[in-house]
């Protein structure tokens, strides 16, 4: 027999570890269509059945307000899976019991997992699960997926269930609410039974949704009007008698009945004023004086491990064994087999060198990801936003999009990819669009050359101008944004602070494992093809042959031809044209091609042959209009291919890098344009 | 009647209604800010805003501007 169980449950309750422990390898990770939210499936491992597993984003309500709540509740009632495994937090079994109330009036059969019992147990609290049984109508069993424990038993009962139900819907004959509530639910229930003869809904729910005013239940039932109208005069009935609106009501009520329940099942060992380990912690790390210092440090060792001397070192490591390494074991093989100029141009130069430039950065990314985990998981982060969300708020973000805007400073890539750990996708898109912004490392050479070229007297104050303007131009651009396209009603923070847990080795692995290797595989492909391109616009003339003058290159030909557009800026040439558009490559190219297109070869930033090539084109007024623009526009090729990634839309990859440009053609214009007017030069 | 709001770190009262309305509303109630639980209110973040409670068990952040719109006995 084959079966299909779906995984609900609140985030924090060890959902994750549940899905890892009963699928192990056989996991795949998509995303769910049109939106960002991972979707993960596999199979069970160990048993005889052939068990595919759906692991649901994690919800504590089925509301119609929430993108994930409403993925998880038409899962659920468009695919239905045969069982429902409801994993429940023992050690907050209230709220978790909310969902649970919920999910059992889908029609599906449910099996509640009460997890986490080794935790429990350890505070001396009991369980008496029968009767938690008895009054959710439900089979409950004993797990704590962190152990491994319990998950068997798990897995055989679900298969019990579904093959007690043979796919038949199962209706719950608990009836929670007040009795006037449930006469009207059992009354509109009739009305419907002929309406959604098709649609295969449970009618009880049909009509709970109903009484709610749920408007996308609504939209899906699509029944007649005549009848919706009936169903609102219940609506009003009940909302005059409770002077409430039913949205309450019901959600009084459940908590209710759970409160009933736990009172009969839950035996708490008496707890005096005694602090947990969670209090002590939380004691430090939200102090009034100590929080944002400890934050900081916090983030300070974060990024100095990722982007200082680990990351680096990685970083180094990883292009000397591709650039060096692979590339001359390529150069000699295609040597020796003969190959044509142009095939091993394209091999090495194209092929190697692109994909190298972004495979550099996966051992900083397992980095950062394997940081950014352990705070997960520990519970940090949640407390980092409950610290920084005053600060952030203003600019339409939530105290979590603080980490990867800060990452930003080290590296687009990566921190694009930790915007991942805001749950709001509104949040999520207005992080990514910000982020780079912040000027990353690779942006430094750039600067470093201008500004010794043209401010040497200066030097680290309009750097430090240069980091402040991208920091300026992100908040009025969250402003701005946050005004326009992405409005909307703001997410609620209502945010649950985890008790701290010391995050398992095995859980943080496949947590960075889950995270990173999307970005080789998906970003790969991407830039895979776009490195190719790129080359060959910069080897290749428009006639197709090979060149070695860059400004007869296809790059060339096109930079002459955009240069124009740049006039306004203050560096209307075709090289600086050329060397913006090599920098779509990875920012700190622009360095090397000003140096072949001014003549004097490939140099670093610390050129003097190249400073004094760029004073005879640019004037101080220029040098710094051209640094905005670097810093501004749209990021290099490995951070587009995050941004594609995590957007999971062209749309709104494609607005993000036109708004980027956009914003540094305007900024650019302003300080040039400004600037002469100021009479500066 | 009073607000949440008015509560001091470390005080306890009974809720008796949450006003406002949509996804806010509804969030706190399924986290479960309904009337008749306990809260308790903990602490207030570093710069003033948010604050934190104890309800149900567990811990729970939000903002003052919601908090204003729990009602307390």
């Given at each position: 027999?084959?079966?299909?169980?779906?995984?609900?449950?609140?985030?924090?309750?060890?959902?994750?570890?549940?899905?890892?422990?009963?699928?192990?390898?056989?996991?795949?990770?998509?995303?769910?269509?049109?939106?960002?939210?991972?979707?993960?499936?596999?199979?069970?491992?160990?048993?005889?059945?052939?068990?595919?597993?759906?692991?649901?984003?994690?919800?504590?309500?089925?509301?119609?307000?929430?993108?994930?709540?409403?993925?998880?509740?038409?899962?659920?009632?468009?695919?239905?899976?045969?069982?429902?495994?409801?994993?429940?937090?023992?050690?907050?079994?209230?709220?978790?019991?909310?969902?649970?109330?919920?999910?059992?009036?889908?029609?599906?059969?449910?099996?509640?997992?009460?997890?986490?019992?080794?935790?429990?147990?350890?505070?001396?609290?009991?369980?008496?699960?029968?009767?938690?049984?008895?009054?959710?109508?439900?089979?409950?069993?004993?797990?704590?997926?962190?152990?491994?424990?319990?998950?068997?038993?798990?897995?055989?009962?679900?298969?019990?269930?579904?093959?007690?139900?043979?796919?038949?819907?199962?209706?719950?004959?608990?009836?929670?609410?007040?009795?006037?509530?449930?006469?009207?639910?059992?009354?509109?229930?009739?009305?419907?039974?002929?309406?959604?003869?098709?649609?295969?809904?449970?009618?009880?729910?049909?009509?709970?949704?109903?009484?709610?005013?749920?408007?996308?239940?609504?939209?899906?039932?699509?029944?007649?009007?005549?009848?919706?109208?009936?169903?609102?005069?219940?609506?009003?009935?009940?909302?005059?008698?409770?002077?409430?609106?039913?949205?309450?009501?019901?959600?009084?009520?459940?908590?209710?009945?759970?409160?009933?329940?736990?009172?009969?099942?839950?035996?708490?060992?008496?707890?005096?004023?005694?602090?947990?380990?969670?209090?002590?912690?939380?004691?430090?790390?939200?102090?009034?004086?100590?929080?944002?210092?400890?934050?900081?440090?916090?983030?300070?060792?974060?990024?100095?491990?990722?982007?200082?001397?680990?990351?680096?070192?990685?970083?180094?490591?990883?292009?000397?064994?591709?650039?060096?390494?692979?590339a001359g074991f390529a150069t000699t093989w295609l040597e020796a087999g003969g190959a044509a100029e142009w095939l091993k141009a394209l091999v090495v130069e194209g092929i190697i060198a692109g994909l190298g430039s972004i495979l550099v950065f996966v051992p900083q990314i397992m980095i950062m990801f394997f940081f950014l985990s352990i705070l997960e998981d520990s519970g940090y982060m949640a407390r980092a936003a409950f610290v920084m969300d005053r600060l952030l708020r203003k600019l339409g973000l939530s105290g979590k999009s603080f980490i990867p805007m800060l990452m930003g400073f080290g590296c687009s890539t990566p921190a694009i990819m930790a915007a991942r750990t805001l749950e709001n996708e509104k949040d999520r898109r207005l992080t990514i669009i910000l982020t780079p912004f912040m000027?990353?490392?690779?942006?430094?050479?750039?600067?470093?050359?201008?500004?010794?070229?043209?401010?040497?007297?200066?030097?680290?104050?309009?750097?430090?101008?240069?980091?402040?303007?991208?920091?300026?131009?992100?908040?009025?651009?969250?402003?701005?944004?946050?005004?326009?396209?992405?409005?909307?009603?703001?997410?609620?923070?209502?945010?649950?602070?985890?008790?701290?847990?010391?995050?398992?080795?095995?859980?943080?692995?496949?947590?960075?494992?889950?995270?990173?290797?999307?970005?080789?595989?998906?970003?790969?492909?991407?830039?895979?093809?776009?490195?190719?391109?790129?080359?060959?616009?910069?080897?290749?003339?428009?006639?197709?042959?090979?060149?070695?003058?860059?400004?007869?290159?296809?790059?060339?030909?096109?930079?002459?031809?955009?240069?124009?557009?740049?006039?306004?800026?203050?560096?209307?040439?075709?090289?600086?044209?050329?060397?913006?558009?090599?920098?779509?490559?990875?920012?700190?190219?622009?360095?090397?091609?000003?140096?072949?297109?001014?003549?004097?070869?490939?140099?670093?930033?610390?050129?003097?042959?190249?400073?004094?090539?760029?004073?005879?084109?640019?004037?101080?007024?220029?040098?710094?209009?051209?640094?905005?623009?670097?810093?501004?526009?749209?990021?290099?090729?490995?951070?587009?291919?995050?941004?594609?990634?995590?957007?999971?839309?062209?749309?709104?990859?494609?607005?993000?890098?036109?708004?980027?440009?956009?914003?540094?053609?305007?900024?650019?214009?302003?300080?040039?344009?400004?600037?002469?007017?100021?009479?500066?030069? | 009647?009073?607000?949440?709001?008015?509560?001091?770190?470390?005080?306890?009262?009974?809720?008796?209604?949450?006003?406002?309305?949509?996804?806010?509303?509804?969030?706190?109630?399924?986290?479960?800010?309904?009337?008749?639980?306990?809260?308790?209110?903990?602490?207030?973040?570093?710069?003033?805003?948010?604050?934190?409670?104890?309800?149900?068990?567990?811990?729970?952040?939000?903002?003052?501007?919601?908090?204003?719109?729990?009602?307390?006995?």
């Amino acid at each position: 027999m084959s079966f299909r169980f779906a995984l609900v449950g609140n985030p924090n309750c060890g959902k994750t570890t549940m899905f890892n422990e009963m699928t192990g390898s056989t996991q795949y990770v998509g995303n769910w269509a049109g939106v960002t939210i991972e979707k993960k499936e596999g199979k069970a491992r160990k048993t005889k059945e052939d068990i595919r597993i759906i692991d649901l984003p994690g919800i504590y309500s089925l509301s119609p307000y929430s993108m994930e709540e409403i993925i998880a509740r038409d899962y659920i009632i468009n695919e239905k899976p045969d069982v429902i495994i409801n994993i429940v937090d023992v050690t907050n079994i209230e709220r978790n019991l909310y969902l649970t109330t919920q999910v059992m009036e889908l029609g599906i059969p449910v099996v509640v997992a009460l997890n986490m019992m080794d935790a429990l147990e350890a505070k001396g609290d009991k369980v008496d699960i029968s009767v938690l049984g008895k009054s959710l109508g439900v089979p409950v069993v004993c797990t704590s997926a962190n152990k491994g424990h319990g998950i068997s038993e798990l897995l055989e009962k679900a298969i019990q269930v579904a093959q007690a139900a043979k796919g038949k819907a199962v209706l719950s004959d608990i009836k929670m609410y007040d009795e006037e509530i449930e006469k009207c639910i059992s009354e509109i229930e009739k009305k419907l039974v002929s309406a959604l003869k098709e649609k295969n809904v449970n009618p009880r729910w049909a009509a709970i949704k109903l009484l709610e005013g749920d408007e996308k239940a609504k939209e899906r039932l699509n029944a007649k009007e005549s009848l919706i109208e009936d169903i609102q005069l219940y609506q009003e009935k009940l909302e005059k008698h409770y002077d409430n609106d039913m949205e309450t009501v019901i959600a009084d009520n459940r908590y209710r009945f759970i409160s009933d329940i736990v009172s009969k099942a839950v035996q708490k060992k008496f707890k005096g004023s005694e602090l947990t380990l969670s209090d002590k912690i939380d004691k430090v790390v939200t102090h009034k004086i100590l929080a944002i210092p400890m934050f900081l440090l916090v983030m300070f060792a974060v990024f100095q491990i990722t982007f200082g001397a680990v990351g680096s070192f990685t970083i180094d490591w990883t292009d000397a064994f591709i650039n060096e390494t692979v590339a001359g074991f390529a150069t000699t093989w295609l040597e020796a087999g003969g190959a044509a100029e142009w095939l091993k141009a394209l091999v090495v130069e194209g092929i190697i060198a692109g994909l190298g430039s972004i495979l550099v950065f996966v051992p900083q990314i397992m980095i950062m990801f394997f940081f950014l985990s352990i705070l997960e998981d520990s519970g940090y982060m949640a407390r980092a936003a409950f610290v920084m969300d005053r600060l952030l708020r203003k600019l339409g973000l939530s105290g979590k999009s603080f980490i990867p805007m800060l990452m930003g400073f080290g590296c687009s890539t990566p921190a694009i990819m930790a915007a991942r750990t805001l749950e709001n996708e509104k949040d999520r898109r207005l992080t990514i669009i910000l982020t780079p912004f912040m000027s990353c490392g690779a942006r430094l050479p750039v600067y470093a050359l201008f500004t010794a070229a043209f401010f040497a007297q200066n030097q680290s104050l309009v750097i430090f101008s240069i980091y402040l303007l991208g920091i300026i131009v992100a908040i009025l651009s969250g402003i701005l944004l946050k005004n326009t396209v992405l409005k909307g009603e703001a997410a609620p923070f209502v945010m649950e602070l985890p008790p701290y847990r010391i995050p398992t080795f095995k859980g943080l692995m496949i947590h960075m494992w889950d995270r990173g290797k999307g970005f080789i595989k998906k970003a790969g492909t991407v830039i895979f093809a776009a490195s190719v391109i790129i080359w060959f616009c910069q080897s290749f003339s428009f006639s197709l042959t090979m060149v070695e003058d860059a400004s007869q290159s296809i790059f060339g030909v096109v930079g002459t031809f955009i240069a124009p557009f740049f006039a306004p800026l203050g560096f209307g040439e075709w090289k600086s044209a050329v060397a913006l558009l090599t920098g779509f490559v990875a920012k700190e190219a622009v360095v090397a091609t000003m140096g072949i297109l001014h003549g004097v070869g490939e140099v670093g930033e610390d050129s003097v042959e190249l400073a004094a090539a760029l004073q005879a084109s640019f004037t101080p007024l220029k040098a710094y209009a051209f640094m905005a623009f670097t810093l501004l526009y749209m990021p290099c090729l490995a951070a587009f291919a995050a941004i594609k990634r995590e957007m999971n839309s062209w749309k709104w990859t494609l607005f993000t890098v036109g708004y980027q440009t956009a914003a540094a053609w305007i900024v650019s214009m302003l300080i040039f344009q400004g600037g002469r007017l100021l009479g500066l030069n | 009647m009073r607000t949440l709001k008015e509560l001091k770190p470390g005080e306890k009262a009974v809720i008796t209604k949450i006003s406002g309305e949509g996804a806010v509303k509804r969030r706190l109630m399924d986290m479960g800010v309904t009337r008749g639980a306990e809260i308790m209110v903990r602490k207030v973040a570093p710069l003033g805003d948010p604050i934190e409670v104890n309800i149900r068990g567990y811990e729970l952040t939000f903002r003052k501007a919601e908090a204003e719109n729990i009602f307390i006995d």
